[in-house]
């Protein structure tokens, strides 16, 4: 399974982006794509995690600070997940990585913990300025 992150780039506070993850390889009945984010000096953060068991989840996973800004979703037809960033701030700023977790359902808090996840692709900076 290869995972290729794009769509970051510099942005004014309140702008957006869309990151989209494309995924290659092998396919799954069931999986979960996560997002995560790395700034500069700290360590690496969940953002937001989708499943997939046939059709994409209605209840996604976000951490505090993004809920009701960002949007995780899917398009299996295109084997893409996006995370859409509205109303940006500085400490937004990260470079951002898509991750796959095969099989599943899984405890609902664990898509929140990288460890748990098999494949990551490269990631790409986002930049907010302020």
């Known amino acids: 399974v290869q995972l290729q992150a794009s769509g970051g780039g510099l942005v004014q506070a309140g702008g957006s982006l869309r990151l989209s993850c494309a995924v290659s390889?092998?396919?799954?009945?069931?999986?979960?794509m996560g997002w995560f984010r790395q700034a500069p000096g700290k360590e690496r953060e969940f953002v937001a995690a989708?499943?997939?068991?046939?059709?994409?989840?209605?209840?996604?996973y976000y951490t505090n600070s993004v809920k009701g800004r960002f949007t995780i979703s899917g398009d299996n037809a295109k084997n893409t997940v996006y995370l859409q960033m509205n109303s940006l701030k500085p400490e937004d700023t990260a470079v951002y990585s898509c991750?796959?977790?095969?099989?599943?359902?899984?405890?609902?808090?664990?898509?929140?913990?990288?460890?748990?996840?098999?494949?990551w692709g490269h990631g790409t900076q986002v930049t907010v300025s302020s």
């Open positions: 991750a796959a977790r095969l099989g599943g359902p899984y405890n609902s808090g664990s898509y929140y913990y990288a460890d748990v996840y098999h494949y």
């Open positions: 390889g092998r396919t799954f009945s069931r999986y979960g």
């Open positions: 989708i499943r997939w068991s046939g059709r994409w989840s209605h209840s996604p």
